[in-house]
């Protein structure tokens, strides 16, 4: 099971590692249906893996030439959530990839 949960937290803040399931748990207890169940699903053997979003703010220019960075490069993700995603793509001009002669 995959569960994605994005909250506000303090930077440099991280949750006590042994107490990870009691945690999710605690953030998830308001949810009813299927989130509801994929938390009461939640064991202590289960594997939890927490991993801050960080803004990353890159100096301009964002291109030399006719190098331009886009997708991943220029949209800093954690690891998991990129798997598949391509989410630099819909923030490209619609052109972007296609190579045209000078």
């Given amino acids: 099971m995959y569960l994605l949960v994005v909250e506000r937290a303090e930077p440099g803040s991280a949750p006590d590692r042994s107490r990870m399931p009691d945690q999710l ?37 964002w291109y030399h030439g006719r190098i331009v960075l886009t997708g991943d490069a220029a949209h800093a993700l954690t690891p998991h959530l990129a798997q598949g995603a391509r989410p630099g793509k819909p923030s490209s001009p619609p052109d972007s990839g296609r190579a045209r002669p000078r």
């Fill in 25 to 61: 748990r605690e953030r998830l207890s308001g949810f009813g249906g299927l989130i509801g169940q994929i938390r009461d699903s939640i064991s202590e053997s289960g594997e939890i893996h927490w991993a801050p979003l960080q803004e990353v703010v890159l100096p301009a220019p």
